[in-house]
């Protein structure tokens, strides 16, 4: 069974710093995606970034980079030049590529930018 | 990205009554469109997954007859809780999907925060 663990509640980091969001995941599914979404208190859910199973290279867009280390199975998210409306909360998801496209989500951290 | 709406955003509702929100993707076709629930300060739990024209399929766990789900075209599927309690009070997303190399994509609604009195 997939499974996603985010062991940070909560982080602070100040503003124009660089912050690391931990993610790791356990799957049997040789063919997998891993995303990032950021919800604001609004509630929406915003797309971050997206890393394959079979990528080389790590994902960027824009500040966001995600830090894959296949053979850990760590799927971590860093943030550059932390800015204020960075704040909010952060999940990382995986969704196996057989059988479906069902994703599940960490428990997802908290990060608070401080000016 | 591709557009999904929800309806309502918000709701609040007297106890035994139900409720229905709808989710529909704007601009594309959604074949499969999942269903998520989300109580304050966690994380999203999927409750079930809809393919257009067929049952839903829900996780272990979400009693189908109380949560109903109908995906009859590939723009529209609808969530009814039935018998609403407080215990159901949440806040439901929904999200659609569309295959679209390299990966399926799929793209959230906005929420509705469902209150139960």
């Known amino acids: 069974a997939q499974k996603i663990t985010q062991t940070q509640p909560g982080m602070f980091v100040q503003e124009k710093e660089a912050v690391t969001l931990d993610c790791t995941y356990d799957t049997s599914d040789p063919s997998y995606g891993l995303f990032w979404y950021k919800q604001p208190s609004s509630g929406e859910m915003i797309f971050l970034i997206y890393?394959?199973?079979?990528?080389?290279q790590n994902a960027t867009e824009g500040r966001y980079s995600l830090n894959f280390q296949k053979a850990r199975k760590s799927a971590n998210l860093v943030i550059s030049a932390s800015q204020l409306g960075d704040s909010a909360m952060y999940f990382c998801?995986?969704?196996?590529?057989?059988?479906?496209?069902?994703?599940?989500f960490g428990a997802g951290t908290r990060l608070f930018v401080k000016a | 990205g591709a557009v999904v709406s929800q309806h309502p955003s918000r709701v609040i509702c007297k106890s035994g009554t139900s409720v229905k929100i709808e989710c529909r993707s704007l601009?594309?076709?959604?074949?499969?469109m999942f269903w998520y629930r989300q109580f304050p300060k966690q994380s999203l739990m999927l409750m079930a997954t809809s393919n257009e024209g067929s049952k839903a399929t829900y996780e272990q766990g979400v009693e189908k007859d109380k949560f109903l789900i109908n995906h009859a075209s590939l723009t529209l599927s609808t969530l009814t809780v039935t018998s609403a309690h407080p215990e159901d009070s949440s806040f439901y997303i929904c999200?659609?999907?569309?295959?679209?190399?390299?990966?399926?994509?799929?793209?959230f609604g906005p929420g509705t925060r469902l209150t139960v009195l």
């Open positions: 998801a995986m969704r196996e590529n057989t059988g479906g496209f069902k994703t599940i």
């Open positions: 999200s659609a999907g569309q295959l679209h190399y390299p990966y399926n994509e799929q793209f």
């Open positions: 601009d594309f076709q959604a074949t499969t």
């Open positions: 890393q394959g199973s079979y990528d080389q």
